[in-house]
Nanobody, 120 residues
Framework: QVQLVESGGGLVQPGGSLRLSCAAS????????MGWYRQAPGKQRELVAA???????NYVDSVKGRFTVSRDNAKNTAYLQMSSLNVEDTAVYYC??????????????WGQGTQVIVSS
C-alpha cells in the first residue's frame, strides 16, 4: 500500500510565503510525475504545478513566478514553495503522484489535502 501525506499548510497574510511538502511512503518502486492541485470553496479542483521525475515543470498561469515545485527523488517527496500569496490562493492543496509499486502495479495516488488560508 502507498500513502501520500501533505504538510505545511496554514494561515498566512497576503504577500507571505508557505512551503508545502508531499511525502510518499509504502511499497514504491518508482514515482513518475508529481503534481499539486488545489480546490477553493465552490470551485473545481485545478492543477497548480507538476514536476516529472527528471525535473521538468509546468505551472498554471496564475502562479507562474510566485510558486516553485521541486522534488527529492531519494526521499520520494515533492515540495511547493509558495510566495507572494494572495487571497485567491486560499484553497485546500492536494498532492498527486503517478506511482509504480514494487508489485508492478501503476496507479495515481492522492494525498488527504492541506488547507492554505491567505487572510489579513
Amino acid at each position: 500500500q502507498v500513502q501520500l501525506v501533505e504538510s505545511g499548510g496554514g494561515l498566512v497574510q497576503p504577500g507571505g510565503s508557505l512551503r508545502l511538502s508531499c511525502a510518499a511512503s509504502g511499497m514504491i518502486f518508482s514515482i513518475y510525475a508529481m503534481g499539486w492541485y488545489r480546490q477553493a470553496p465552490g470551485k473545481q479542483r485545478e492543477l497548480v504545478a507538476a514536476i516529472t521525475r527528471t525535473g521538468s515543470t509546468n505551472y498554471v498561469d496564475s502562479v507562474k513566478g510566485r510558486f516553485t515545485v521541486s522534488r527529492d527523488n531519494a526521499k520520494n517527496t515533492a515540495y511547493l514553495q509558495m510566495s507572494s500569496l494572495n487571497v485567491e490562493d486560499t484553497a485546500v492543496y492536494y498532492c498527486n503522484a503517478d506511482i509504480v509499486e514494487i508489485s508492478g502495479q501503476r496507479e495515481m495516488y492522492w494525498g488527504q489535502g492541506t488547507q492554505v488560508i491567505v487572510s489579513s
